[in-house]
């Protein structure tokens, strides 16, 4: 095990900020953090200035719609990277074919579809070590 892996199996709490100005896809992404990764402290930005201000405080995980209303995506993935440049994200979208790989930063961890529940659970799993559900 690597020492950033060990690092996180030994947090206990982990503290997540979701940038989603969608509350149903929140609420989801919310459940199935809380279902995998508890306990848990979630944040959430819906807008640029929610997003800057939430930037402030470090975070051990950052999963991101790509595609919000008053954000251009590059900006969007530029501003998480020069503020929180170790800390992994996690981007969703509903259509990822669209999404300019040139556009994304090495915290990058993972690209997934919205609503690829299975995807998400995968990357969270493999991120934090997690042992799969019985």
């Given at each position: 095990?690597?020492?950033?892996?060990?690092?996180?199996?030994?947090?206990?709490?982990?503290?997540?900020?979701?940038?989603?100005?969608?509350?149903?896809?929140?609420?989801?992404?919310?459940?199935?953090?809380?279902?995998?990764?508890?306990?848990?402290?979630?944040?959430?930005?819906?807008?640029?200035?929610?997003?800057?201000?939430?930037?402030?405080?470090?975070r051990?995980?950052?999963?991101?719609?790509?595609?919000?209303?008053?954000?251009?995506?590059?900006?969007?993935?530029?501003?998480?990277?020069?503020?929180?440049?170790?800390t992994?994200?996690?981007?969703?979208?509903?259509?990822?074919?669209?999404?300019?790989?040139?556009?994304?930063?090495?915290?990058?961890?993972?690209?997934?579809?919205?609503?690829?529940?299975?995807?998400?659970?995968?990357?969270?799993?493999?991120?934090?070590?997690?042992?799969?559900?019985?």
């Amino acid at each position: 095990m690597s020492n950033s892996q060990q690092a996180r199996a030994k947090k206990s709490v982990i503290n997540v900020l979701v940038v989603e100005d969608n509350d149903t896809d929140f609420l989801l992404i919310q459940r199935k953090l809380l279902k995998l990764l508890t306990p848990t402290i979630i944040d959430r930005a819906t807008n640029r200035n929610e997003l800057h201000v939430a930037l402030l405080a470090a975070r051990d995980l950052i999963v991101t719609d790509y595609h919000l209303a008053d954000i251009e995506e590059r900006e969007l993935i530029t501003a998480i990277h020069a503020a929180q440049p170790a800390t992994p994200c996690l981007i969703l979208s509903g259509s990822i074919d669209h999404i300019d790989a040139r556009d994304l930063q090495e915290n990058v961890i993972a690209v997934i579809e919205k609503g690829d529940s299975a995807a998400l659970e995968k990357a969270l799993r493999d991120y934090f070590d997690e042992p799969a559900a019985p």
